[in-house]
């Protein structure tokens, strides 16, 4: 039982580059998610899903797309990578009284 | 205005002594849970504690306890004990949803960073 994995766990962009950050779960959980983390602050959600097929944004979804076709899979892409988006980024699954979080990817745009 | 709001940039406790972590949140949702995490400096979010709007009791888990005074709508979160393990950034976080379903979106608080010392 893995949890939640993420891939890459570091990644280094230019800026307008495209990339898709990949999130899996291996515990059947219907709802995944997505933050930032920008230094000092707490985390910011970006997307969330709450089964396959069914996306939502969240406080800053601004430049990222998601889609969910299974229940394990949740990727981010980035689509025109910006400076700002220079951050280290979560994905999430969980249930109602937990919320298990992945080890994180850090991303760095120039 | 900010829905999870934490008082505390940051706390520093004696070896074995206990701590409390300020958390409050603003809601109009009935149904709610809250949550704290902890981030050491390896960077990731560990899961501690999660209370619900319509738990009777204060939730507990091993050393950590969740003061819950919901007409205060603070959640506060004590560790007893404290270890030198315990140093790390602590998040307080809200769902606002019905319980009983799996739908929730996080809002974090700004963190506390407890340092313990010998």
């Known amino acids: 039982n893995a949890g939640v994995t993420q891939t890459p766990k570091f990644q280094v962009l230019k800026t307008g580059q495209s990339m898709t950050l990949q999130c899996a779960q291996d515990?059947?959980?219907?709802?995944m998610s997505w933050y930032r983390q920008d230094p000092g602050m707490g985390l910011r959600l970006i997307h969330y899903s709450v089964g396959a097929g069914i996306t939502d944004q969240g406080e800053v979804p601004n430049g990222y797309n998601v889609s969910r076709s299974t229940t394990e899979d949740f990727p981010l892409r980035l689509l025109s990578a910006a400076p700002s988006q220079t951050s280290v980024y979560f994905c999430?699954?969980?249930?109602?009284?937990?919320?298990?979080f992945g080890p994180g990817t850090r991303l760095t745009v120039l | 205005a900010q829905k999870i709001t934490q008082t505390q940039p940051g706390m520093f406790v004696q070896e074995k002594e206990a701590v409390t972590l300020d958390c409050t949140y603003d809601?109009?949702?009935?149904?709610?849970?809250l949550f704290w995490y902890k981030q050491p400096s390896s960077g990731e979010m560990i899961f501690l504690i999660y209370q619900g709007s319509y738990d009777q009791q204060n939730a507990t888990e091993g050393r950590y306890s969740l003061n819950f005074q919901k007409a205060r709508k603070s959640a506060n979160l004590v560790i007893s004990a404290s270890q030198l393990g315990d140093s790390a950034m602590y998040f307080c976080a809200m769902r606002e949803g019905p319980q009983g379903t799996s739908y929730g979106k996080l809002t974090f608080g700004q963190g506390t960073i407890l340092t313990v010392h010998p």
């Open positions: 515990m059947n959980h219907e709802y």
């Open positions: 999430a699954s969980g249930k109602i009284y937990e919320q298990f």
């Open positions: 809601t109009s949702d009935p149904s709610y849970g």
